[in-house]
């Protein structure tokens, strides 16, 4: 199962809303798709998304529209995730370079499953035997062109039989976690236990958490940002003195900026009003749905890259 592919100038993409249940693909003609694609998020996760903004700008190329006016709309799509501008930036350099947007694209997916890999053996060395890992939302092979990041490590740490076990947080609204990291898990016999969000620090608390591994959509100084309730899974850790470990490859560095001056993305406040399609309160509930927040350096034990662990910005 891919979680995209290319094929005769056309970008599939797995439809990761309609997860675990059914497996779909979505064909994007046009960059144009694509944005909408990323917006609705039946891609996500920043290291996929860098590589469909990259096969966007493909699509764009093989349209003929200009590169730039699609360049800018793309980086629209979402705000905070820093893969989405690297992939748009690369490819209109190498473009300016003399390669085609096509093949800048088709490098940067087979290179993005090289890192991943690199990450998990990085990672894999700061696992221990009989280690339970908990893990927030979803940074496996679904949120990236292939193996992942934060389930990159742990599918690592499995293939080196660590005997290892998993607690995923349900990850609300969306429900990354329960729909796509439990699948992910599950698809390759990885032991794994789904809790609701409220309980992670309960879990810590009795002593069932040895690590806590997750991925990252931006990286800056200061900290990371990354899925809503992040900084509440770390903060209960560094209660507990758990390692809390982000795993990122260097294309989601922003060196130029604070980690504070990310935009964080507002999203529907339909994904919070409903479960399963299903009003849980009143249709006219005010709403604050953020879609990241910013875990600080200071609850970071370490970030986990394609060139090592490195010390939080």
């Given at each position: 199962?891919?979680?995209?592919?290319?094929?005769?100038?056309?970008?599939?993409?797995?439809?990761?809303?309609k997860l675990p249940h059914k497996i779909e693909y979505v064909e994007c003609n046009?960059?144009?798709?694509?944005?909408t694609a990323i917006?609705?998020?039946i891609v996500r996760g920043a290291p996929a998304i860098g590589v469909t903004a990259a096969y966007a700008m493909a699509l764009a190329e093989i349209k003929e529209e200009n590169l730039e006016k699609a360049a800018t709309e793309i980086k629209q799509a979402r705000p905070t995730a820093v893969n989405l501008f690297w992939a748009v930036d690369k490819v209109l350099t190498e473009t300016k370079n003399g390669k085609t947007a096509v093949e800048t694209a088709k490098q940067m997916e087979k290179d993005d499953i090289t890192i991943n890999k690199k990450i998990g053996q990085y990672g894999n060395t700061i696992i221990d035997k009989n280690d339970?890992?908990?893990t927030h939302c979803n940074a496996g092979a679904l949120a990236c062109a292939g193996y992942g990041t934060a389930?990159?490590?742990i599918r690592a740490a499995h293939e080196d039989n660590k005997n290892i076990n998993v607690i995923c947080d349900e990850t609300r609204p969306v429900l990354q976690g329960a729909r796509l990291s439990v699948f992910e898990m599950q698809q390759e016999n990885i032991p794994v236990r789904l809790i609701v969000d409220g309980a992670a620090g309960h879990m810590m608390q009795k002593g069932e958490i040895n690590k806590v591994i997750i991925g990252a959509d931006r990286v800056a100084k200061g900290g990371v940002a990354n899925k809503i309730g992040s900084l509440m899974v770390a903060l209960a850790a560094k209660r507990y003195n758990i390692p809390f470990y982000v795993a990122a490859p260097i294309s989601t560095?922003?060196?130029?900026?604070?980690?504070?001056?990310?935009?964080?993305?507002q999203r529907n406040p339909e994904e919070v009003l409903k479960i399963n399609n299903e009003y849980i309160t009143k249709k006219e509930t005010k709403v604050e749905n953020p879609a990241f927040d910013i875990v600080e350096s200071d609850l970071i034990t370490g970030i986990i890259t394609e060139e090592g662990i490195k010390k939080a910005l």
């Open positions: 199962m891919e979680t995209l592919y290319w094929k005769n100038n056309t970008l599939h993409l797995l439809d990761q809303t046009t960059y144009q798709d694509t944005i917006k609705t998020m339970t890992i908990l389930l990159g490590v560095f922003d060196f130029e900026h604070n980690i504070f001056d990310t935009t964080i993305e």
